[in-house]
T-cell receptor, first 116, second 114 residues
Framework: NAGVTQTPKFRILKIGQSMTLQCTQD?????MYWYRQDPGMGLKLIYY???????DKGEVPNGYNVSRSTTEDFPLRLELAAPSQTSVYFC???????????????FGPGTRLTVT | DQQVKQNSPSLSVQEGRISILNCDYT??????FLWYKKYPAEGPTFLIS?????DKNEDGRFTVFLNKSAKHLSLHIVPSQPGDSAVYFC?????????????FGTGTRLTIIP
């Protein structure tokens, strides 16, 4: 299994440009997540999904959109890039295990985005 | 409001000694805690967890202790090795959102000095 893969690894955007960060997992996990990590800060949840066709906002959703058309893919869209969106973005996934507490999330390697 | 707090941004420890990383939480409803380890240019990886029904969980060189009355947990690494140099995050299921999500601390950068 490749686990959680993210593309691209690095990207520089100009203010106002748009782009999609790709995330794919091959573990058949129900739950998928997008986080951003700013320097010296923890991971902030942007959006998450509990299954194909279902998405919901996290702590910091403004300026982003997501879709979940398949179990495997969970792309993150930036429509009008702003300098405040300069960050490292991580995608993660987790299996839903009914009746058993299992909160462990598996993370991708991250995408480093700079908006200038 | 930050529900999971790591008040030490960095920690340096001599190789072979014990490393102790601390985490405080505010929500007494949290019933499960996780520690993640992150190397530069990589995603976080799960290290160890503990349920609130326990006060200790051990996995090799790593032990997590939970003090519910103090709302405090700590990660002990014994003996510390150079490969343990990384950023460590504690996390808990964000119960006011639902158990699908985790809330993370800001991390502690551990440096093991050879």
């Amino acid at each position: 299994n490749a686990g959680v893969t993210q593309t691209p690894k690095f990207r520089i955007l100009k203010i106002g440009q748009s782009m999609t960060l790709q995330c794919t997992q091959d573990m058949n996990h129900n739950y998928m997540y997008w986080y951003r990590q700013d320097p010296g800060m923890g991971l902030k949840l942007i959006y998450y999904s509990v299954g194909a066709g279902i998405t919901d906002k996290g702590e910091v959703p403004n300026g982003y959109n997501v879709s979940r058309s398949t179990t495997e893919d969970f792309p993150l869209r930036l429509e009008l890039a702003a300098p405040s969106q300069t960050s490292v973005y991580f995608c993660a996934s987790r299996h839903r295990d009914r009746g058993k507490k299992n909160y462990e999330q598996y993370f991708g390697p991250g995408t480093r985005l700079t908006v200038t | 409001d930050q529900q999971v707090k790591q008040n030490s941004p960095s920690l340096s420890v001599q190789e072979g000694r014990i490393s102790i990383l601390n985490c405080d939480y505010t929500n007494s409803m949290f019933d499960y805690f996780l520690w993640y380890k992150k190397y530069p240019a990589e995603g976080p990886t799960f290290l160890i967890s503990i349920s609130s029904i326990k006060d200790k969980n051990e996995d090799g060189r790593f032990t997590v202790f939970l003090n519910k009355s103090a709302k405090h947990l700590s990660l002990h690494i014994v003996p510390s090795q150079p490969g343990d140099s990384a950023v460590y995050f504690c996390a808990a299921p964000a119960s006011n959102f639902g158990n699908e999500k985790l809330t993370f601390g800001t991390g502690t950068r551990l440096t093991i000095i050879p």
